[in-house]
Nanobody
């Protein structure tokens, strides 16, 4: 199983980023996926969830209306579109696929 996140970086407050998570090793379309994040000194928290077919999504309250999770089963990839970013969104973002974690991608929101 491989889980590879990408798309992180440094962005100013109010900016946007799109994270990608490419996963392989199982039948991608049969698994739900989640994005998590972990800020320094804090517990890892789930940011967004998407069902296997993409018909159901769920978000952490603090990102509702700003983040959107989506998936492309043909590409075995899940995305996290992040808009109106805030400094408190700064963290390492991880994808969880079938219980496996990627290496994470750093998102830093700072002026």
């Amino acid at each position: 199983v491989q889980v590879v996140e990408s798309g992180g970086g440094l962005v100013q407050p109010g900016g946007s980023l799109r994270l990608s998570c490419a996963a392989s090793g199982f039948t991608f379309s049969t698994y739900s996926l989640s994005w998590y994040r972990q800020a320094p000194g804090k517990e890892r928290e789930r940011v967004a969830y998407i069902s296997s077919a993409g018909s159901y999504t769920n978000y952490l309250d603090s990102v509702k209306g700003r983040f959107t999770i989506s998936r492309d089963n043909a590409k075995s990839t899940v995305y996290l579109q992040m808009n109106s970013l805030k400094p408190e969104d700064t963290a390492v973002y991880y994808c969880n696929y079938a219980g496996y974690w990627g290496q994470g991608t750093q998102v830093t929101v700072s002026s």
